[in-house]
């Protein structure tokens, strides 16, 4: 069974720092394509990042502009999103994905096959 787990959520002060992760487990995921997506309070889901397999190749959504950092350790089966200079409009589920299917946009949620049960992202002062 494939399971991808995220970690590392949590209530972080605006300007501030986090790091989150997901292992993959259940499959070898170190020759897929891995990625994040959240989804805010009343918003629909939206990309975020996309890693190729050797993590060469890293794809970012707009609005990350450099504060966002997709990278992977294929030993551990697992995938990082470093995050920046946090703003309140960061709060939002954060979703990993897996294994891109083709046919859409990697931007696209219909083009990931495997999904994380998300982790919690809340930025307040």
């Known amino acids: 069974q494939v399971q991808l787990i995220e970690s590392g959520g949590g209530l972080v002060q605006p300007g501030g720092s986090l790091r989150l992760s997901c292992a993959a487990s259940?499959?070898?995921?170190?020759?897929?394509?891995m990625g994040w997506f959240r989804q805010a309070p009343g918003k629909e889901r939206e990309f975020t990042a996309s890693?190729?397999?050797?993590?060469?190749?890293?794809q970012y959504a707009d609005f990350v502009k450099g504060r966002f950092t997709i990278s992977r350790d294929n030993a551990q089966n697992t995938v990082y999103l470093q995050i920046n200079t946090l703003k309140t409009e960061d709060t939002a589920v954060y979703y990993c994905?897996?294994?891109?299917?083709?046919?859409?946009?990697?931007?696209?949620?219909?083009?990931?096959?495997?999904w994380g049960q998300g982790t919690q992202v809340t930025i307040s002062s």
């Open positions: 259940g499959r070898t995921f170190s020759n897929k394509n």
């Open positions: 890693i190729s397999p050797s993590g060469r190749i890293q």
């Open positions: 994905v897996g294994r891109y299917r083709g046919g859409d946009s990697k931007s696209s949620s219909r083009a990931w096959e495997y």
